[in-house]
């Protein structure tokens, strides 16, 4: 069909369950961070409310702009109806702003106005090369096994978006219970609830009642005013000045932002693998460019294509429900409404969607890879584990340290190291896989799927492309350096020698693997 011949619907009456899906995910990161920067950083609610949350309600409204038209020219291009892709805050890399950035300044100074000046420069300069990753993304896609792709994204769908709301449920079963059971029959199970109401606004309204009735949520105002966005040049020339002045923060910053326009990139490759074909490179200078105007108008915190473009796609979703958050997020971010909905809506009640949107991506890519190519999703996974143990061990060692415990060790101190070695737990080893986890997993799941697929030399390359970016310190290591020939280096080498010299001294018929299950393709 051609682009005269086709009308694509923007709005499908699934979109609004889609919405509640996407809405209160994009409401659960606006409320960690609002969270954060109040009471871990004190930065006073004229700059959370007034100046963070309004900055990321404009980037959010500019790229959901852009992922609309986009949509639009998909589904002219293939004369069927797409999904537009889901669009806000990345999660994780909203973690390492916060506690890389952010809060370094922050402990350092005592400033918080400082602190989120440095933040929104790096919020900017991170943009730009988030940006660039439009020259390489459409090369890494092409040479990328999707296994590695998505096996990567699967790792953090296990466990921040996955695992980590799930414990949220069971620390308040009342309401996270009432909710969860809710979002497994009307979107796991896909079961019709009374009068066909959207199960994830079901489950907000269900889990807010039981938490108002059992006192763990509150009617509040106080925060609700008019927080028009403006754009704060000066501040953010003094956050960029302030990054030169301390290039270390570039060390932080550069690694993080490469894993942005990975995600991004594995995310568009997730929308194609549910039938929705969008362009890489577009994809990531939209997330650029919105990441920089969140960045202007006062958000440190990059945005990107979402993780879960295939929940989307399963429930029916054209582009409303994306257009619906694009208009509800900012006006709850112009009004001061986040102030009101953190103070109604416990965590509990909203984080059953998040679990359903890990459940949907770990199973959509499970149905689009071939089953031998599972080992491959499977290994990309493991680094996220790791980066989930580091968390909550330095977690562990703040929270001793906030009860009064004195004489604490350090992680990574050597007799702790050997001491938890003794009790089974390998902190070294953890923590290498924990620095750039996701393209730790990338590499290695794209290793995998090579190799099982007897394409040596991509596995070859991609084990050469680990061995310098670990030479470097873009992964296994908690900075950028010169290039060094550390163990972890020499083993990515030794790797790469393998397998670009071992199959050239063997015939063709000696490099297949007999125990291979072949699949029947079906009739």
Not at 327 to 336: K, M, N, Q, T, Y
Not at 371 to 377: Q, R
């Amino acid at each position: 069909m051609t682009e005269l011949s086709y009308t694509y619907k923007l709005f499908h009456r699934s979109d609004f369950s889609a919405f509640w899906a996407l809405f209160t995910d994009n409401l659960i990161n606006l409320m960690v961070l609002a969270g954060v920067c109040q009471f871990v950083f004190g930065m006073p609610a004229e700059i959370v409310f007034g100046r963070i949350v309004p900055g990321a309600a404009v980037a959010i409204l500019a790229g959901i702009a852009v992922y609309v038209m986009l949509a639009k020219r998909a589904a002219a291009q293939h004369g069927r109806d797409v999904t537009a892709l889901p669009y806000g805050i990345s999660t994780p890399v909203m973690f390492v702003y916060l506690f890389g950035v952010i809060g370094p300044i922050y402990w350092a100074t005592n400033d918080p106005v400082l602190a989120w000046q440095v933040g929104i420069g790096a919020g900017f300069m991170g943009g730009i090369v988030a940006a660039f990753g439009a020259i390489v993304g459409p090369f890494l896609k092409r040479v990328t096994p999707r296994a590695g792709m998505l096996g990567t994204l699967c790792g953090i769908a296990l466990v921040f978006i996955g695992t980590v709301p799930l414990a949220t449920i069971f620390e308040d079963p009342f309401i996270g219970f009432a909710s969860l059971i809710i979002i497994l029959w009307g979107l796991v199970g896909r079961f019709k609830l009374p009068f066909n109401i959207p199960a994830g606004l079901l489950a907000l309204i269900i889990g807010t009642v039981v938490a108002l009735l059992t006192g763990k949520a509150s009617v509040g105002f106080e925060g609700v005013g008019v927080y028009l966005p403006m754009p704060y040049f000066g501040d953010l020339i003094a956050g960029i000045q302030h990054l030169f002045a301390n290039p270390e923060l570039f060390l932080v910053l550069v690694p993080v932002q490469i894993y942005n326009f990975i995600e991004t990139m594995n995310n568009v490759e997730s929308a194609e693998a549910a039938g929705d074909h969008y362009p890489v490179a577009t994809c990531q200078v939209v997330d650029g460019a919105g990441t920089m105007i969140g960045a202007l108008f006062g958000s440190p915190f990059p945005t990107t294509a979402y993780i879960g473009h295939p929940a989307y796609k399963r429930m029916g979703a054209h582009s409303g429900y994306i257009i619906g958050v694009g208009i509800v997020i900012p006006l709850a971010a112009f009004f001061g409404l986040l102030a009101f909905l953190n103070n109604l809506i416990p965590v509990a009640a909203a984080a059953p969607v998040l679990v359903f949107v890990a459940l949907s991506l770990i199973t959509n890519t499970a149905h689009s890879v071939k089953t031998d190519h599972m080992a491959a999703v499977t290994l990309a996974m493991m680094p996220h584990v790791s980066a989930f143990l580091m968390i909550k061990w330095g977690s562990l060692m703040n929270a001793l340290g906030a009860t009064g415990v004195e004489g604490l060790p350090r992680l990574g101190d050597e007799a702790l190291t050997a001491a938890l070695l003794q009790q089974g737990a390998h902190f070294q080893g953890h923590l290498a896989l924990s620095q750039g986890a996701i393209i730790t997993g990338l590499v290695w799941g794209a290793i995998v799927a090579s190799v099982i697929d007897g394409k040596f030399k991509n596995a070859g390359g991609f084990a050469l492309a680990g061995a310098v970016m670990s030479s470097i310190g873009i992964v296994h290591s908690a900075s950028l350096q010169l290039p060094t020939l550390d163990g972890v280096t020499a083993g990515y080498l030794i790797a790469a020698g393998f397998l670009f010299i071992y199959p050239m001294f063997h015939k063709d018929d000696e490099l297949e693997n007999p125990n291979v299950v072949v699949e029947e393709v079906p009739a």
